[in-house]
């Protein structure tokens, strides 16, 4: 996606659980903050939990899904400790930088080191306006923007500092002054039932990299140039496989979802044809304007199939059977397990949760492959 695309995405995501509606309530979560360097794989499991009836069971021996529920929580606590560790290494950096005293008991405050300037009712106003006209106006529940500029204000300028701070900090690691002495926790093995999904790469690969993903997550589609570059460069050491797990299976996303199945039945580079397609269907397409909506997304997914050229006699008639329906049973079953899956895009690497953002893929599939 170009830049201007991404950015727009990655703040709409921001406003989830905030004041927009409709379309993008189906936008997925990323599972890390953005840096360039490879996930550490190799963190030791094994940590005495506790002792029941005399015998000990440790992090690496936690039965059922107490194994999944335990690194969860340690990953959760990871990225907590990572965050505060990467703000107060910037905090220290920049008061040094401006000269101002560090010790125990002094640290300036980010906001006073750094120049975050706040957003404009004009800003806001010409991003109310261009989302619009862009995705429709239940984008904003159809409000109108003095009733909610104070709270898009409000939220740009968080976001705005959010990115600032984040830029700085990689800006910082990338030149060696700060660095995070923290690993993350490795997850248990999962066992996923990859019979039936479409891959491409290296079939008999030793490494399999698998994505879970909705066409209409922000993040899922934020990931998939850095996935189309490594499923490139990597197709003869890796398999990789697309799971489709649409976030509303009613909703748009589910009928793409339906039809990435559909896809699949005719061949696998139907479906890969198919993929980037979707990938390419704009979100106002998930708010129907008819009195059938179902029908709509129905249509929308063959329209993508038409673009894709397959046999759409074949792809409908697919579609409106209901295997398409079984397929999306059969995927939530998976994953609302013991996998691990919290929202998309998941991915796994050898039966284990890689907690990458798009910005780590390359670099930590080509760790494991070393």
Known sequence: MQDSKSSNVKIIGFFIGGIILGALAT???????????????????????????????????????????????????????KNFASQTALRIALANDAGKAVSTTELP?????????????????????????????????????????????????????SEIVLRKIQELEAGGRIKVLLNPPTSPSVKLN?????????????????????????????????????????ADKVKFVHISYPLAPQGLSGALAKGAFCATKQSEKSFWDYHTNAFQVPFSKANPTGNDPTKQFMDEAINVAKQSNLDLKAFTECLNSNEPNEYIQKVQNEFNSSTGFKGTPTFYLNGKILEANPQQLEASIKAAIK
């Open 109 to 161: 405050k980010l906001e006073e080191l750094l120049n975050i300037p706040p957003v404009s009712e004009q800003e806001a106003k010409q991003y109310y306006e261009k989302i619009i006209a862009q995705m429709g106006a239940g984008v904003f529940g159809g409000q109108p923007f003095d009733k909610i500029k104070a709270q898009l204000q409000m939220q740009m300028s968080q976001q705005k500092a």
């Open 27 to 81: 936008t997925g979560v990323m599972l890390a903050q953005k840096a360039k360097k490879a996930v550490d794989l190799s963190a030791n499991l094994g940590k005495p939990f506790v002792v029941v009836d005399g015998k000990t069971w440790d992090s690496g021996m936690l039965p059922g899904d107490s194994g999944m529920d335990y690194y969860t929580l340690q990953n959760n606590i990871y990225n907590a400790e």
């Open 194 to 234: 990859l019979d039936g999904y479409p891959s491409r790469g290296n079939k008999n690969a030793n490494l399999v990299f698998v994505e879970v993903a909705d066409y209409l997550c922000a993040h899922c589609r934020e990931s998939e140039p850095i996935i189309e570059k490594i499923a490139k460069e990597f």
